[in-house]
């Protein structure tokens, strides 16, 4: 097992290429490193200005005053050899090359990245990227991306990543976000994965503190017996959600000129890959719902679906989906029938889906809710909750997110939340911060509670 904290939690920062130019590459990263709070020293590398952002910049990495955990190389491809010379000369400890043209663009790219790979192994350092945007570590304040991020929400989610997006333009919509922000404590995207795999991801984050779930995006598994065997290790303690795209042969091709990762074929490894417990995701959007269900719901107990709806049509849908998922409906006990009775009309039984949009006729809209969600929620024969609600005028009430916010706190089940309707945003705002994940659509709500049933078995 490699030790590659000096990669991805450094003590100190070295920025070959930081530039006094907040508009170029350079600039921007060390520019966020400055402005994110690093816990550690900077040390900005250049050669034609004393000082950068404030910071006392040195011509060459042999200048700075002490050997160095983690260096960032901002430059073309043609001087990348020469700045790892560097690195190898100054004892760092880890490098993170963020420029592109290597494997991705070719044999000629991938030659030149090997040479790199080569003479790093012989010094001993510990490499990421090349045709990496940066990483990011909040438990240590290194915002180490060249996308600004004025917002990023700190949490138990770590991410090890083949794409910039999580360290760039998509991560960077989803912090800008008034709600349902990711919490995320790490986002470390490696590229074309020169060196640390996600095996060395994988025994980093086995013993992290600040790590609560896992997110890999990866385009190819260098070694797989031993990244399934610690995927088994980790079963049942840290989720592991995967997103492994590359499925077709176009797929393939693609991957290859987007991070150089060779072909590799997927049915070999499917089946190994469920039976180790990891979660396998099919898009970027079903990565990041799965990722924000786990980190803010608790565990399940089973996998029995209570669902409780003001839409007839949502409640058979989400009875479809629960099915095509693996999951149960829910058989409510006689109490639950009781309680659910008082909010209907006599010549109606309560079922799941549990339809109350009858009882706002029959005891107003906070009542119906009031008495429907709790009964739910408290049923002893129900794991996971699935609330689909309208949110017209006339099933609105003020009191809508205190409501929710109960039920999270109280019952301490995993619940997801589906709302369509004028209201349905404000009601959004109003749990925010509570850990309720939100979905669009009612198959997505399922989705995400199916893997955090799975997350147990």
Same mark, same amino acid.
């Given at each position: 097992?490699?030790?590659?904290?000096? +990669?991805?939690?450094?003590?100190? !920062?070295?920025? /070959?290429?930081?530039? @006094?130019?907040?508009?170029? =590459?350079?600039?921007? +990263?060390?520019?966020?490193?400055? $402005?994110?709070?690093?816990?550690?020293?900077?040390?900005?590398?250049?050669?034609?200005?004393? #000082?950068?952002? $404030?910071? &006392?910049?040195?011509?060459? +990495?042999?200048?700075?005053?002490?050997?160095?955990?983690?260096?960032?190389?901002?430059?073309? =491809?043609?001087?990348? #050899?020469?700045?790892?010379?560097?690195?190898?000369? *100054? &004892?760092?400890?880890?490098?993170? !090359? /963020?420029?592109?043209?290597? =494997? #991705?663009?070719?044999?000629?790219?991938?030659?030149?990245?090997?040479? +790199?790979?080569? @003479?790093?192994?012989? *010094? $001993? /350092?510990?490499?990421?990227?090349?045709? @990496? /945007?940066?990483?990011?570590?909040?438990?240590?304040?290194?915002? $180490? =991306?060249?996308?600004?991020?004025?917002?990023?929400? &700190?949490g138990g989610i770590s991410l090890f990543t083949q794409t910039g997006i999580f360290t760039g333009a998509v991560m960077r919509q989803i912090m800008d976000s008034k709600v349902q922000r990711l919490p995320i404590s790490k986002s470390i995207d490696v590229g074309n994965k020169i060196d640390v795999d996600e095996v060395d991801f994988l025994d980093f984050a086995s013993g992290d503190a600040g790590t609560d779930v896992i997110g890999l995006y990866i385009e190819s598994i260098r070694n797989p017996e031993a990244f399934l065997q610690k995927a088994k290790a980790l079963r049942g303690t840290k989720p592991i959600v995967l997103l492994k795209p590359g499925r077709t042969a176009e797929g393939k091709k693609a991957s290859a000129c987007h991070t150089g990762s060779l072909p590799s074929e997927n049915a070999a490894i499917d089946e190994a890959i469920l039976e180790s417990g990891i979660l396998r995701t099919e898009d970027e959007d079903d990565f990041v719902n799965t990722l924000r269900a786990l980190a803010m719901l608790p565990k399940a107990k089973g996998k029995r679906v209570g669902i409780a709806t003001t839409s007839g049509a949502l409640g058979v849908i989400a009875a479809d989906l629960v099915a095509d998922h693996n999951l149960e409906l829910a058989t409510y006990d006689e109490l639950t029938i009781s309680r659910m009775a008082t909010i209907f009309p006599e010549w109606l039984t309560p079922s799941n889906p549990f339809d109350f949009w009858i009882g706002i006729d029959v005891k107003g809209s906070k009542e119906a809710h009031h008495v429907g969600l709790h009964a739910v929620f408290a049923d002893p024969n129900v794991d996971l909750v699935l609330c689909t609600l309208l949110a017209p005028p006339n099933a609105d009430f003020p009191e809508m997110g205190d409501l929710l916010r109960t039920l999270r706190r109280q019952y301490d089940k995993p619940f997801a939340l589906v709302a369509y309707g004028s209201a349905a945003a404000r009601w959004t705002e109003e749990v925010e911060g509570a850990r309720i994940p939100v979905y669009s659509t009612v198959r997505t709500g399922v989705r995400a509670l199916a893997m955090v049933a799975r997350a147990i078995s």
């Open positions: 097992m490699r030790d590659i904290q000096p +990669l991805v939690a450094p003590r100190s !920062i070295a920025v /070959i290429g930081a530039s @006094t130019n907040p508009n170029k =590459s350079g600039g921007v +990263l060390f520019s966020n490193l400055v $402005g994110g709070n690093f816990k550690g020293t900077l040390y900005p590398i250049n050669p034609g200005s004393p #000082e950068v952002m $404030g910071k &006392k910049a040195y011509a060459r +990495l042999s200048d700075v005053p002490e050997a160095v955990d983690l260096v960032y190389i901002v430059l073309p =491809s043609q001087q990348m #050899e020469a700045a790892m010379q560097q690195c190898v000369d *100054a &004892k760092a400890r880890a490098a993170c !090359i /963020i420029t592109a043209g290597f =494997s #991705e663009a070719g044999p000629a790219g991938r030659a030149a990245q090997d040479k +790199l790979r080569e @003479t790093a192994r012989r *010094a $001993g /350092i510990l490499l990421a990227g090349p045709n @990496t /945007i940066g990483m990011v570590n909040t438990d240590c304040g290194m915002m $180490g =991306s060249f996308v600004n991020f004025p917002r990023w929400e &700190k």
